[in-house]
T-cell receptor
Framework: SQTIHQWPATLVQPVGSPLSLECTVEGTSNPNLYWYRQAAGRGLQLLFY??????ISSEVPQNLSASRPQDRQFILSSKKLLLSDSGFYLC???????????????FGPGTRLLVL | AQSVTQPDIHITVSEGASLELRCNYS??????LFWYVQSPGQGLQLLLKYFSGDTLVQGIKGFEAEFKRSQSSFNLRKPSVHWSDAAEYFCAVGRNAGNMLTFGGGTRLMVKP
């Protein structure tokens, strides 16, 4: 069966420090991968998605970047964190069927980031 | 562009009472529709999904949802709520390109004993 991991689970970082959040998926090949942010009391905002190694699409211009160095690894990064980057970051995967729509997305446990 | 509206930000029901969470969507084609549940500090778990066919969809944990095209709605229901159902519920519509989801703002459910 497929599983999705995120780490760290919780992170407290000072403003201006770098960030690296990691997401890995097991039990599937060539998944679509997604990064979402959930600010306190708000819904989910799609940040990035990837349909393959090195292929990253950004949904919202921001202080963050994403990379996909391996098929089942998705990394969210920042060079300098802002206070507004605080939130709950969720990684998700779906079956990477080209041209198919409506594939279910499966979510990881999330990383809670607090920028002080 | 597609959008999803969950009109109720908070809902409180008594344990054992019935539940209906509302979801309205805007999408130009036949939508793919999902309901997810999120317990505090956790990721999202899929409750059910609608792709095509029967408009009444059964999900896990005793939940069901009905797709009504004429009303652009996909409301989630449960006949008898349990205390463990207290969580935040998200409705989402899927779009083909990139297989992405657009989420509603969520409804936080509280269950009174």
């Amino acid at each position: 069966s497929q599983t999705i991991h995120q780490w760290p689970a919780t992170l407290v970082q000072p403003v201006g420090s770098p960030l690296s959040l990691e997401c890995t998926v097991e039990g599937t090949s060539n998944p679509n991968l997604y990064w979402y942010r959930q600010a306190a009391g708000r819904g989910l905002q799609l940040l990035f998605y990837s349909v393959g190694i090195g292929q990253i699409s950004s949904e919202v211009p921001q202080n963050l970047s994403a990379s996909r160095p391996q098929d089942r690894q998705f990394i969210l990064s920042s060079k300098k964190l802002l206070l507004s980057d605080s939130g709950f970051y969720l990684c998700a995967w779906s079956a990477g069927l080209a041209g198919a729509g409506g594939e279910t997305q499966y979510f990881g446990p999330g990383t809670r980031l607090l920028v002080l | 562009a597609q959008s999803v509206t969950q009109p109720d930000i908070h809902i409180t029901v008594s344990e054992g009472a019935s539940l209906e969470l509302r979801c309205n969507y805007s999408y130009g084609a036949t939508p793919y529709l999902f309901w997810y549940v999120q317990s505090p500090g956790q990721g999202l778990q899929l409750l059910l999904k609608y792709f095509s066919g029967d408009t009444l969809v059964q999900g896990i944990k005793g939940f069901e949802a009905e797709f009504k095209r004429s009303q652009s709605s996909f409301n989630l229901r449960k006949p008898s709520v349990h205390w463990s159902d207290a969580a935040e519920y998200f409705c989402a519509v899927g779009r083909n390109a990139g297989n992405m989801l657009t989420f509603g703002g969520g409804t936080r459910l509280m269950v009174k004993p």
